[in-house]
């Protein structure tokens, strides 16, 4: 029949239940917008937008006062912003893994889930890009960090991976930016037609650009999503190299490793499906769209998390190993010193959480089962925060003299800017699933069965022989 | 729309013959036959893109990769200018002993640069080819035409087109086993 069939041969089984059409897409992804909030949601915004006030005053304070108002000091000159910054960043990386790198794969399943990561794309990079700015300390010249024509006749240099740092992730938010609102204006026409009232109709309609579902109009508008998955694929990979290189250029022991970019990249990934997943349970149960995320969707994920789990799991051991192999006892110090040193509980909470518990995803049973996938990515969540904080902290506690040795711990201000981060990434989540089409309506529904024409002429680009079907048409 | 004063009704006229299908074997089939009668101001409307109708209506590649081609060079071009002249020219700094104009290190600028300027004429460049925003269409005149959003399909035949006569194009639309024709108007 047509290229959107599931193989049997293989065990692919249809990814939505048979007696999904065009028109119960719509009504269960528009009615959640249209309806009344639940009282789980308000229950969670509130409580979000209470840690995103925190956040508010937490910076406020920290602008007024200074940045000594955080824990680090010297020798730990970064700590919490940076590990928060590099935690939110990677989140945000499953994100266009699962929008740009799963369409050039033609993995259909994305569809169900891919709006959904995408916004959660642009809000983890929004939470990350408060860190660097106000890890300067002074707040106000924070514009120091862009090109900007100045009446000192200064500009960054452009040699240091920092500046790299800056136009990488604005790079990436402007272009998840783009690539989230390109997929989502034929879904704000969908909310448009079926607005009852005229402030909805005008908002979505505003939004919707006038799109009228032309076909003239979806040749661009495909073109336009190849490329911009085309061009986002090698940007994800790209930007987790990039903030790897912030620490693999220095010459810091336990930074200085060439494993560095490929490393950050698996982990990012690992860690924002994590996120994804856990976000993914939360509103499906919470707005009954378990039949459009169902447990083949949530099987796949799991799988990613054990193959993204186990290549971390493999970094860590790598960077011991080459550690040993090097023969410089300054690297071997610092490694040997991750685990069994006065940070050893967040190295070894980091690798159960890392490596320990995405292994249960091996057993068929654990991977299908709803609670342990959820407890598993809070793990990974955890973990992947330690993960970050053991290569910051761990690596600059010991100095190389032992005259400048030092530890470090947190303040209640570093603890409320995180805490706040995470409420600021909540409320923008719960305002995004309230108002806006969380699952892309028109992608589903172009792999629904039956959705596209069996014609002859539409499968020359997919290297079938033509299905020569009688048409009902004729 | 009652009022005292004698209200002279809008003056309107033709502006779309709008066939609607329920199915898109129908649809590709009738979008066929448009094309094989030679309208050129006609289109096809559905909820989401349908495989192979760009060429049961005879449409070309999109031009879409052109712009980006020359978006993504500009950037490329913007990048390297930039570096070059702001750390090798106006104010030359050597680091790590490095000439002040280095090229590796301008790598991960560049790249990043040409992707974004990508990214941002593929965005207008698809606006731009396709003319939105356009929140006015006389297509929206319909009350039926929003059902295209959700699952139903539309064969539009505008009047701008030169073969268009009200009669025969809707006798034209109403061969193609449609599940409804409307004549769309608008206000003069």
């Given at each position: 029949?047509?290229?959107?069939?599931?193989?049997?041969?293989?065990?692919?089984?249809?990814?939505?239940?048979?007696?999904?059409?065009?028109k119960?897409?719509?009504?269960?992804?528009?009615?959640v917008?249209?309806t009344?909030?639940?009282?789980?949601?308000?229950?969670?915004?509130?409580s979000?937008?209470?840690?995103?006030?925190?956040?508010?005053?937490?910076?406020?304070?920290?602008?007024?006062?200074?940045?000594?108002?955080?824990?680090?000091n010297?020798?730990?000159?970064?700590?919490?912003?940076?590990t928060?910054?590099?935690?939110?960043?990677?989140?945000?990386?499953?994100?266009?893994?699962?929008?740009?790198?799963?369409?050039?794969?033609?993995?259909?399943?994305?569809?169900?889930?891919?709006?959904?990561?995408?916004?959660?794309?642009?809000?983890?990079?929004?939470?990350?890009?408060?860190?660097?700015?106000?890890?300067?300390?002074?707040?106000?010249?924070?514009?120091?960090?862009?090109?900007?024509?100045?009446?000192?006749?200064?500009?960054?240099?452009?040699?240091?991976?920092?500046?790299?740092?800056?136009f990488?992730?604005?790079?990436?938010f402007?272009?998840?930016?783009?690539?989230?609102?390109?997929?989502?204006?034929?879904?704000?026409?969908?909310?448009?037609?079926?607005?009852?009232n005229?402030?909805?109709k005008?908002?979505?309609?505003?939004?919707?650009?006038?799109?009228?579902g032309?076909?003239?109009?979806?040749?661009n508008?495909?073109?336009?999503?190849?490329?911009?998955?085309?061009?986002?694929?090698?940007?994800?990979?790209?930007?987790?190299?990039?903030?790897?290189?912030?620490?693999?250029?220095?010459?810091?022991?336990?930074?200085?490793?060439?494993?560095?970019?490929?490393y950050?990249?698996?982990g990012?990934?690992?860690?924002?499906?994590?996120?994804?997943m856990t976000?993914?349970?939360?509103?499906?149960?919470?707005?009954?769209?378990?039949?459009?995320?169902?447990?083949?969707?949530?099987?796949?994920?799991?799988?990613?998390?054990?193959?993204?789990?186990?290549?971390v799991?493999y970094?860590?051991?790598?960077?011991?190993?080459?550690?040993w192999?090097?023969?410089?006892?300054?690297?071997?110090?610092?490694?040997?010193?991750?685990?069994?040193?006065?940070?050893?509980?967040?190295?070894?909470s980091?690798?159960?959480?890392?490596?320990?518990?995405?292994q249960?995803?091996?057993?068929?049973?654990?991977?299908t089962?709803?609670?342990?996938?959820?407890?598993?990515?809070?793990?990974?969540?955890?973990?992947m925060?330690?993960e970050?904080?053991?290569?910051i902290?761990?690596?600059?506690?010991?100095?190389?003299?032992?005259?400048?040795?030092?530890?470090?711990?947190?303040?209640?201000?570093?603890?409320?800017?995180?805490?706040?981060?995470?409420?600021?990434?909540?409320?923008?989540?719960?305002l995004?699933?309230?108002?806006?089409?969380?699952?892309?309506?028109?992608?589903?529904?172009?792999?629904?069965?039956?959705?596209?024409?069996?014609?002859?002429?539409?499968?020359?680009?997919?290297g079938?022989?033509?299905?020569?079907?009688?048409?009902?048409?004729? | 729309?009652?009022s005292?004063?004698?209200?002279?009704?809008?003056?309107?006229?033709?502006?779309?013959?709008?066939?609607?299908?329920?199915?898109?074997?129908?649809?590709?089939?009738?979008?066929?036959?448009?094309?094989?009668?030679?309208?050129?101001?006609?289109?096809?409307?559905?909820?989401?893109?349908?495989?192979?109708?760009?060429?049961?209506?005879?449409?070309?590649?999109?031009?879409?990769?052109?712009?980006?081609l020359?978006?993504?060079?500009?950037?490329?071009?913007s990048?390297?200018?930039?570096?070059?002249?702001?750390n090798?020219?106006e104010?030359?700094?050597?680091?790590?002993?490095?000439?002040?104009?280095?090229?590796?290190?301008?790598?991960?600028?560049?790249?990043?640069?040409?992707?974004?300027?990508?990214?941002?004429?593929?965005?207008?460049?698809?606006?731009?080819?396709n003319?939105?925003?356009?929140?006015?269409?006389?297509?929206?005149?319909?009350?039926?035409?929003?059902?295209?959003?959700?699952?139903?399909?539309?064969?539009?035949?505008?009047?701008?087109?030169?073969q268009?006569?009200?009669?025969?194009?809707?006798?034209?639309?109403?061969?193609?086993?449609?599940?409804?024709?409307?004549?769309?108007?608008?206000?003069?």
């Amino acid at each position: 029949m047509s290229d959107l069939d599931p193989i049997k041969a293989i065990g692919e089984e249809r990814l939505l239940p048979a007696e999904t059409t065009t028109k119960s897409i719509t009504d269960m992804v528009s009615r959640v917008t249209e309806t009344k909030a639940p009282l789980g949601w308000w229950i969670v915004f509130l409580s979000a937008a209470a840690c995103a006030g925190l956040l508010g005053i937490a910076i406020g304070y920290l602008a007024w006062t200074g940045i000594g108002t955080w824990g680090n000091n010297s020798p730990v000159a970064w700590a919490w912003d940076i590990t928060n910054f590099v935690w939110w960043i990677g989140i945000g990386h499953a994100g266009t893994l699962i929008s740009a790198v799963l369409f050039l794969f033609r993995q259909k399943w994305r569809t169900s889930i891919n709006r959904f990561a995408e916004a959660m794309t642009i809000f983890a990079v929004i939470c990350a890009l408060i860190f660097p700015g106000i890890h300067v300390g002074r707040l106000w010249h924070a514009y120091y960090m862009l090109p900007i024509p100045n009446q000192m006749g200064i500009w960054p240099n452009f040699k240091s991976p920092l500046i790299w740092d800056v136009f990488a992730v604005n790079t990436y938010f402007l272009v998840s930016l783009l690539f989230w609102f390109t997929g989502l204006i034929p879904d704000f026409a969908t909310l448009r037609d079926r607005a009852t009232n005229k402030v909805r109709k005008t908002v979505y309609g505003v939004f919707a650009f006038g799109w009228r579902g032309s076909n003239r109009h979806w040749r661009n508008y495909e073109r336009a999503y190849l490329i911009l998955a085309a061009i986002s694929t090698p940007l994800v990979l790209s930007v987790h190299s990039v903030v790897s290189f912030d620490f693999a250029t220095s010459v810091m022991p336990g930074w200085h490793t060439t494993i560095f970019p490929p490393y950050f990249v698996a982990g990012a990934v690992f860690s924002g499906f994590a996120m994804v997943m856990t976000l993914l349970l939360i509103c499906r149960t919470v707005f009954g769209l378990q039949k459009l995320v169902n447990m083949n969707h949530l099987e796949l994920m799991n799988k990613i998390m054990l193959t993204t789990g186990t290549l971390v799991g493999y970094a860590y051991a790598m960077e011991f190993f080459i550690a040993w192999y090097s023969g410089n006892d300054y690297e071997v110090y610092v490694f040997v010193n991750r685990a069994t040193g006065p940070y050893w509980w967040a190295y070894w909470s980091m690798i159960t959480c890392n490596v320990i518990s995405p292994q249960l995803f091996w057993s068929k049973k654990l991977r299908t089962s709803i609670p342990v996938m959820f407890v598993v990515s809070i793990f990974i969540n955890i973990g992947m925060w330690f993960e970050r904080f053991v290569i910051i902290v761990t690596s600059l506690h010991r100095d190389f003299l032992p005259s400048s040795w030092g530890n470090y711990s947190p303040t209640i201000v570093d603890i409320s800017i995180y805490i706040g981060s995470l409420g600021l990434f909540f409320t923008l989540f719960m305002l995004f699933i309230r108002w806006m089409p969380m699952i892309a309506m028109a992608e589903v529904k172009g792999v629904l069965p039956n959705a596209q024409p069996h014609h002859a002429h539409a499968d020359e680009d997919h290297g079938h022989a033509p299905a020569a079907l009688p048409s009902p048409a004729e | 729309m009652s009022s005292s004063a004698p209200v002279k009704t809008p003056k309107t006229r033709p502006a779309i013959l709008l066939a609607e299908f329920e199915d898109p074997n129908e649809l590709i089939h009738a979008a066929e036959k448009v094309r094989d009668a030679g309208y050129q101001k006609w289109d096809v409307h559905s909820p989401y893109p349908l495989h192979g109708m760009d060429d049961a209506m005879g449409l070309g590649d999109s031009r879409l990769g052109w712009i980006v081609l020359v978006m993504a060079l500009t950037g490329l071009g913007s990048a390297f200018a930039l570096m070059a002249w702001a750390n090798g020219v106006e104010y030359p700094i050597i680091i790590g002993g490095k000439p002040p104009i280095s090229l590796p290190s301008m790598v991960p600028i560049c790249f990043e640069l040409t992707i974004l300027f990508s990214a941002l004429g593929t965005f207008l460049g698809m606006l731009g080819l396709n003319g939105l925003p356009r929140h006015h269409h006389p297509i929206f005149e319909s009350d039926r035409f929003a059902g295209f959003s959700t699952d139903k399909f539309f064969i539009s035949i505008e009047a701008a087109d030169t073969q268009f006569d009200v009669g025969a194009t809707r006798r034209f639309l109403e061969g193609l086993h449609p599940t409804y024709v409307e004549l769309v108007e608008e206000t003069t």
